[in-house]
């Protein structure tokens, strides 16, 4: 009896069959070396003149790629801290405002970065940065996408620890102190002094491929978090002109006692007062408050103020007292064939609890968006100046009316944002409560169970004992 056999495909046939067409990969930017080591140099310089820095631990030295790093953001130049902590070249993830502004793009794009629009990830985003790792280099992130304004660490949009976990290797934290009084976000110029960088893991691959995502959150959050004024309490060190505080009242906009808002003003440089009550404060030279007038209780940080502010305003909101905040709007935009932003058109922005609405009209056309709150945990901005609402790959810069007016709404939106998330986390609990569970299966064998993996958590003891020795390899430092 003949065997049944497959007829054979003659080459002809093989040549008529279809072929799978390859996935193009999304390319990476090329790193030169010689780039990326000249950039080194520059950033070392700096950060020895300007930033006085101070290395107390680096654990990824000598270390080579894959491995992520995440860094706390306390001023805009905060990466010349980091740069040079690696002899490997490292790929840093960068605001797309501050790239397309760029006069020269050039040695940007071969010491390899990736810009990215602020608190919003593309699928080409996300795969750009996944890539970096399976080819074996480092990825650094700062994920709070904006430096600090007021000495506190800002709000961590929510798909941060899912994205973490998601890459599957090794995360550092790079965490930098006293950035924030070299260069305060509300005034210009670099003021000298000592910074401090401590570079240590904060999650081994097979330890966060086992946490669950509220795990993840807690420790990141952790090491993230920072107040900076709290820490100079402890560090003492004297910065060049840290008394002068011209440009603070567009973060200070609301008086901390009579809650009257824009009648805070700063005379002579150093004295920050309300108009409307008369309390007044003097700034010393590390950068505290010292209360010189007017009724109520002296505040002797700047950040402490700010929350005091934060939190009446969320009061207001959660009462209803404060639904939402508008108002009419200067344009600007960067054209095709410009590195800088230039005026395209006036509207008006408008603020509300579910949304954020840009309207208006530019280079001729209108314009109308509508951009959900619980989407974005803030916006780039600068106090007393603009604030950037981002839409796809394109920056709407507004400058308002009034510029005192940014501050809030920049408040607002972080508070939209935590109101929204926990409402969406409270949401998702409840009906993981109320699904009725699954009914048993008898006709197939259980699925054996996976052996329990213990996952290492961190005894408050130990923890305590790290923050004090921290704390006295800063202090050793600083002396």
Not at 409 to 433: D, H, P, V, W
């Amino acid at each position: 009896m003949n065997e049944l056999k497959a007829p054979e495909s003659t080459a002809e046939q093989k040549e008529a069959l279809p072929v799978k067409k390859e996935k193009k990969k999304t390319p990476l930017p090329k790193q030169s070396r010689l780039v990326y080591s000249i950039t080194q140099a520059v950033a070392w310089l700096v950060s020895k003149i300007a930033f006085k820095r101070k290395m107390l631990r680096n654990e990824i030295k000598d270390k080579k790629g894959p491995f992520v790093v995440i860094a706390n953001h306390e001023a805009a130049l905060d990466f010349v801290n980091l740069i040079g902590a690696t002899r490997t070249p490292m790929t840093f993830v960068v605001s797309n405002s501050f790239y397309s502004t760029l006069p020269l793009k050039g040695p940007m794009d071969k010491i390899g970065v990736i810009p990215k629009q602020q608190f919003q990830t593309s699928l080409k985003d996300l795969t750009k940065m996944r890539r970096v790792i399976e080819e074996g280099r480092i990825l650094v992130i700062y994920p709070a996408g904006l430096m600090c304004e007021d000495g506190r660490s800002t709000p961590i949009p929510a798909a941060t620890y899912d994205f973490l976990k998601w890459l599957k290797t090794d995360v550092y934290m790079a965490r930098t102190s006293g950035t924030y009084f070299t260069m305060p976000k509300w005034t210009k110029g670099i003021r000298r002094g000592t910074t401090f960088m401590d570079i240590y893991k904060l999650f081994d691959k097979e330890e966060i491929a086992a946490m669950d995502i509220p795990e993840i959150k807690e420790r990141t959050d952790k090491a993230l978090d920072f107040d900076a004024y709290r820490e100079q309490e402890i560090l003492q060190i004297k910065y060049s002109h840290n008394d002068h505080i011209d440009g603070l009242e567009n973060v200070l906009y609301m008086c901390p006692h009579c809650h009257s808002e824009f009648t805070i003003r700063v005379t002579e440089h150093n004295t920050i007062s309300c108009e409307s009550c008369g309390f007044a404060e003097k700034s010393d030279k590390l950068g505290f408050l010292h209360k010189v007038g007017g009724e109520g209780e002296e505040i002797r940080y700047v950040s402490t103020w700010s929350k005091r502010i934060y939190n009446y305003t969320k009061r207001q909101i959660i009462r209803g007292e404060l639904t939402e905040l508008s108002s009419p709007v200067e344009i600007h935009m960067i054209p095709a064939d410009k590195a800088k932003f230039q005026k395209a058109g006036e509207g008006e922005v408008r603020l509300t609890r579910d949304k954020l609405y840009l309207t208006g009209e530019v280079n001729g056309e209108a314009l109308e968006l509508a951009l959900p709150t619980a989407n974005f945990a803030s916006l780039p901005f600068k106090p007393g100046k603009n604030m950037e609402v981002q839409h796809g790959e394109v920056i709407y810069r507004c400058y308002p009316g009034d510029g005192k007016l940014v501050m809030k709404f920049i408040n607002m939106i972080k508070i939209f944002y935590e109101l929204n998330t926990a409402k969406r986390a409270l949401e998702q609990l409840s009906k993981k409560k109320n699904t009725p569970p699954k009914k048993a299966n008898h006709t197939k064998s259980p699925k054996p169970k996976r052996p329990h993996r213990p996952r290492p958590k961190l005894e408050e003891k130990q923890r305590k004992k790290e923050e004090k020795r921290k704390k006295r390899e800063m202090e050793e430092a600083a002396k």
